[in-house]
């Protein structure tokens, strides 16, 4: 590896496998909830874990070889990383399978996974302490992604104790963190060494390019926009099966 941070190096690693790990035991947890037939099943989640694990491998190997470290065109390239998984995740949220895979999800599922970015800010504060990483990508200047991950504890806790999926609590805590998500993004992006840079000041943000930290664009920061997205998602739908079996009571 290029960076002289190997513990934080191995903090990613870590971070990112338990993160999938939770991934694939919850759909596999998901699925077995459904009562779908078993060989449905079973296709969803060989082809979901190959997708994540080629996916993790791709994005490691293109880091490895110096894929990402080529700043001199546009977009930069480990945007393209968080950008990619984008449109396949949406086509799932809104196709009919989707849908009703969303409705045997738990609820406080989605927002307690939230909890990660807590981790992932201390591990940018570290790599910031380390001299690889500029100042405003942290909470300690213009990152407050973190609040996100704090506000997830109570927010899941009011879900589980109330027994129902509480609308308001969970729209602020999926709008909030959609904000700060695209804010510390842009921030990202302007900090890179492009003709886009905004932020002079040293390092610039080159350190996502490498291994392992290439996991953050590519991995994390899709798995945190996914949540959101499977979180309202989840909601519309709810609300709406609701709405449709209150309209017969009413009339």
């Known amino acids: 590896m290029k960076n002289n941070l190997p513990l934080p190096a191995i903090a990613w690693l870590v971070l990112t ?48 070889k110096g894929f990402f470290a080529d700043f001199s065109q546009l977009p930069p390239r480990p945007a393209l990383a968080l950008l990619i998984p984008l449109p396949f995740v949406l086509i799932i949220t809104f196709s009919g399978k989707g849908t009703q895979l969303l409705q045997f999800i738990p609820a406080h599922w989605l927002v307690y996974m939230q909890s990660f970015r807590i981790i992932v800010e201390f591990l940018l504060f570290s790599a910031f302490l380390a001299g690889k990483l ?7 200047e213009r990152n407050f992604d973190v609040v996100t991950g704090l506000l997830a504890l109570p927010v899941g806790y009011i879900i589980t104790k109330k027994k129902f999926y509480t609308s308001k609590p969970i729209v602020a805590l999926n709008v909030i963190g959609l904000i700060l998500l695209l804010n510390i993004l842009v921030i990202a992006v302007l900090s890179m060494p492009t003709s886009l840079r905004y932020f002079m000041n040293e390092p610039a943000n080159t350190l996502v390019a490498e291994f392992p930290f ?26 709406k099966a609701i709405q449709k079996t209150a309209m017969p009571a009413a009339a």
Request: aromatic share 10%.
């Open 214 to 239: 290439i996991l953050l664009p590519g991995i994390l920061v899709p798995l945190a926009y996914s949540l959101h997205i499977f979180s309202l998602r989840k909601l519309i739908t709810e609300k």
């Open 134 to 140: 500029p100042v405003q990508m942290t909470f300690e």
């Open 17 to 64: 496998a338990a993160c999938l790990v939770l991934l694939i035991v919850g759909l596999r947890t998901v699925l077995k909830r459904s009562g779908w037939e078993k060989k449905q099943q079973q296709k969803i989640f060989f082809i979901t874990t190959s997708v994540i694990i080629l996916w993790t491998a791709f994005l490691s190997l293109l880091s490895l």
